[in-house]
């Protein structure tokens, strides 16, 4: 069974920043053999697609955060992170990570609510 907790939400003004993490465990599990995604979902909105890193270490974003977020990962800690910068009210939501294509069990995520 896999495990990913998110963590490093909080509340922050418009134009600050912010750095999620997500730590994977499990007997087996490894995200250096998974491609990892971070998501989001919103107050009455569906979860929606925010960013991913394949295990080439590369990167895709959606547009809505291009130039403003940085997904990375960390292989030996087992962890993803997202750093959020010129953050806008908009990206209030809960943050999730998970890999892709095919998700695991969803974690419980973790807050950011941006203040205008």
């Known amino acids: 069974q896999v495990l990913l907790v998110e963590s490093g939400g909080g509340l922050v003004q418009a134009g600050g920043s912010l750095r999620l993490s997500c730590a994977a465990s499990g007997s087996i599990f490894r995200i250096s053999i998974n491609a990892m995604g971070w998501y989001r979902q919103a107050p009455g909105k569906q979860r929606e697609f925010v960013a991913i890193?394949?295990?080439?270490?590369?990167?895709v974003y959606a547009d809505s955060v291009k130039g403003r977020f940085t997904i990375s990962r960390d292989n030996a800690k087992n962890t993803v992170y997202l750093q959020m910068n010129s953050l806008k009210p908009e990206d209030t939501a809960i943050y999730y990570c998970?890999?892709?294509?095919?998700?695991?069990?969803w974690g419980q995520g973790t807050q950011v609510t941006v203040s205008s």
């Open positions: 890193v394949y295990t080439t270490g590369s990167t």
């Open positions: 998970n890999t892709v294509p095919i998700p695991q069990t």
